[in-house]
């Protein structure tokens, strides 16, 4: 696969980050955005001024967008927390992998010692996997923290990853 990974311009870029999105979002499945709160909502959800995104593509054609940003502020700044989606058509190609590892060096490159995931629907289990296999562990569970539309209340998890 010939995935570039390129950061994001706020206006210049928020249609190809919410085409993206939109099928997650639109889902209510593993994203705690407002499922009927658009293009705003989305992107407001997904990238928030503390949030770097970036863009995987291949020929020119996004196929997923990740985000980093501090998981606090202060004392808590050197934990980071990332965010990851991969277009439906690209699913299963390896994107999801990609972004991660990307994610993973910016995050080293950018002196943040350990990465978390505050809030991974249990139902996600191929995200789950994806990021266990890259050393994460599920280090606390949310007993029924999340609405999924089909599943009914379900469990979210923590997860960690020390960068050092």
Known sequence: MGLQMRRAQRGADDAAVWEILRPAVESGETF?????????GGLAYFWPETS?????????????????????????AH???????TAPAALGRGVARAM????????????????????????????IATWQRA????VGRLPAAFRH????????????????
Not at 135 to 138: Q, S, V
């Open 135 to 138: 050393g994460f562990a599920i």
């Open 32 to 40: 705690c955005a407002d499922p009927a709160g658009g293009q705003a």
């Open 100 to 127: 991660l590892a990307f994610s993973l060096d910016e995050a080293r490159r950018q002196g943040y010692r350990a990465m978390q995931y505050n809030f991974v629907v249990e139902t996600n289990t191929r995200a």
């Open 52 to 76: 770097q995104v970036w863009i995987a593509e291949e020929g020119g054609v996004p196929l997923g967008c990740c985000y980093l940003r501090p998981n606090q502020t202060g004392g808590g």
């Open 149 to 164: 539309p089909r599943a009914g209340y379900v469990d979210a998890l923590v997860m960690y990853k020390s960068l050092v």
């Open 79 to 85: 934990v980071c927390n990332a965010g990851y989606c």
